[in-house]
């Protein structure tokens, strides 16, 4: 499954779901900014959140509500153009003022609601503009594709494009849907990024079952991609399940098939949000490979993927595989360099720690292509991971050196 | 003291030592390459070199002959445009045949030559070219600052200026001199840069003292600076005491001054390879006070210092100060983000967490300085660091995206 044939074709929408999205004011270009899900009663939810300590207050919010409501959720509220971050005891405040009027209008418990922001950080949410529009968002709710189209535009910040996946699958005599949405294009880093990702199923599954099987997706998925190494104060994983489908997650042979569709949607996500990074020009695969255990591979990756040397390098498809191996050494694991091969495509550059001859012009045309492979293998174990990563161009530093003035 | 008060005005020359450079056509732009520091018998040394694993073959070299040699130095030898790292044996092997070379022509033992070399990775060094200017080198050699002068712009690479500084401080009858002369514009991070530094003094010290006296400078200038994050293969920092004045480190009174002096000439000359870091149009003086202890400022500073989202606010001079909190939030320090307080320039723009009304026109033009400072305040003891760094612009990426192809 390629992300071009679910973000692009048809979408396998759940049952149980509708969308709306509205342009409340909250961007000052007017563009869709204000977003609902309603979800059908019974809804399972289970959610992961940034590890950044300073958060949101839709984060601290969607915390206790998820765990006040015992992982019931029938509602998500997600805004654009406000992270309402660094804004203080005003900032929950207004963040459950809206969850509350969102509940009283769907005839639900507060703690039912779920928020989301993503924007500027440390400006005051302007509640009143998300209030006087709440009635019309939910009077707009639809579960259909068009809905569902608005809504994920309306969650977008400096995205490009949208981002969505969706996958079916046989269970019996039924079918079960998985659809996923997300927002995100730069601050994207391991432990999740800037990043709104919003999974629908119509499975049953209790809250639990979803937590565990939200972890193992997001470990393949959203913590193996890396835009700019910065880790945003907003990102939020949400993965809700309908029961719509009438069948179970525990039913023979459901389990297995739904953890890998999950999986797949999840790397498709991580993998449009790469690629929708800003300015990016080259998303490149960093196979690394004969690490001692996972843990040791990831840090190589990381290593990697944020050193500005190999990022600016990568920009220039430069097959300096010096910097790469520079950033391997400073990557703090027991190495012994005189082990370590580098392939760029599928050429060997750099064997046992030293430069060897190869062909620089094909080296050069494989890194200037769309989508590249980079081979680190540490000749230390058996363990290997694959990120997902991006060069770093000019344009991502014009792009964020203009955000706010 | 000030950089520029060191860099342009008289440079206080310690006796004992003398310097050449020539054009070697090591580098493609016929510019001087191969530099030479003879010094005189009973000269003692210590140095630093980078903590990356990976390791260009002057620095396992310098390191064998500083052992060997007991701390004593007899003469340095350096090329720029290659940094025979990734080289292998025959690395190893070109070295120490380039060291044996000066040893032989200048009638001392091949551990009393200490080799350094900076420039690309990976290709080998092209030997027979150095040894052939060799016997020229060592003719020219004089103890002056026109010599110096050559010394000085033959280790440079991507350097866009010379960078030197010195001091002289009486001490009885007679005086103590300490000049250093640094390169380095990229690459450039804590635990070292892609940084040369030589320092020279003619005070009498034992090689112990020194290595003592050097760790702590060091980590007063070097170890508090960053450009890009990256740590380079080749960094060494080298102190060379040639006892020339006839004053010993242990007379009364001298090794404070001497070690106040130290600091001083290292800290101007890592600020003076901050400021020349590749594309960088802001010097930001990043004070991190408050911090429960001097590693944790540290790791904040580091984690502030090596964002790219702040890199790139402040090559805007965007007083983006969500960005930094966001960056202190996930420096890995057990925050409580409520105490947090982030000035620009003389402004609060961050209180308790929650940003403040300040005067964005004013903390604009503060950040469009060439240089502005940064204060946070992390509100958990009484720590602090202040670390030089940059901000991050297109041309720091155009100049790496370009560098070997």
Chains 1, 2 share one sequence.
Not at 64 to 93: E, P, Q
Not at 141 to 147: D, G, N, Y
Not at 262 to 284: N, W, Y
Not at 305 to 314: E, I, N
Request: aromatic share 4%; net charge positive.
């Amino acid at each position: 499954m390629t992300a071009a044939a679910h973000s692009r074709n048809i979408l396998h929408l759940p049952i149980g779901f509708s969308f709306s999205a509205l342009a409340a004011g909250i961007k000052a270009s007017g563009r869709l900014d204000l977003a609902l899900v309603e979800a059908a009663p019974g809804t399972t939810a289970a959610a992961l959140f940034t590890r950044n300590l300073v958060v949101a207050a839709p984060v601290d919010v969607g915390r206790v509500h998820l765990s006040k409501a015992k992982g019931r959720i029938r509602a998500v509220i997600v805004n654009s153009g406000n992270a309402n971050c660094a804004t203080g005891k005003a900032g929950l405040k207004a963040c459950q003022q809206v969850c509350q009027q969102v509940a009283r209008t769907l005839g639900i418990r507060s703690e039912e609601v779920f928020p989301s922001s993503t924007g500027i950080i440390g400006v005051p949410l302007p509640t009143e503009k998300i209030v006087a529009k709440l009635a019309e968002l939910i009077e707009s709710c639809e579960p259909t594709p068009a809905a569902l189209d608005r809504f994920t535009q309306a969650i977008m910040t400096t995205d490009t494009c949208q981002k969505s996946a969706s996958a079916r699958f046989g269970a019996g005599t039924s079918e079960i849907s998985l659809l996923g949405v997300a927002k995100g294009a730069g601050m994207i880093h391991p432990q999740l990024a800037t990043m709104l990702v919003y999974l629908f199923t119509d499975v049953s599954a209790t809250p639990d079952e979803l937590k565990r099987l939200l972890s193992d997706a997001c470990d393949q998925s959203f913590n193996c991609i890396s835009v700019d190494g910065d880790t945003s104060t907003n990102d939020t994983v949400l993965l809700l399940a309908s029961a719509q489908s009438g069948i179970q997650l525990k039913d023979s042979g459901v389990r297995k098939k739904f953890a890998k569709t999950l999986s797949d949607v999840c790397r498709s996500l991580a993998q449009q949000v790469v690629s929708d990074g800003e300015g990016v020009q080259h998303v490149v695969h960093l196979f690394v490979e004969q690490a001692k255990g996972r843990e040791e591979a990831l840090q190589v990756a990381r290593a990697i993927a944020h050193s500005l040397l190999v990022k600016t390098a990568w920009a220039g498809a430069d097959p300096n595989w010096g910097r790469i191996l520079a950033a391997v050494g400073r990557s703090g694991i027991a190495l012994d360099p005189n082990r370590v091969n580098i392939y760029i495509g599928k050429q060997i550059v750099c064997k046992g720690g030293v430069g060897c001859k190869f062909d620089e012009t094909k080296a050069h045309l494989d890194l200037a292509h769309s989508n590249c492979d980079i081979r680190v293998r540490l000749g230390r174990g058996q363990s290997s991971v694959e990120f997902v990563t991006t060069d770093l161009t000019a344009e991502y530093v014009r792009i964020n050196a203009d955000y706010s003035t």
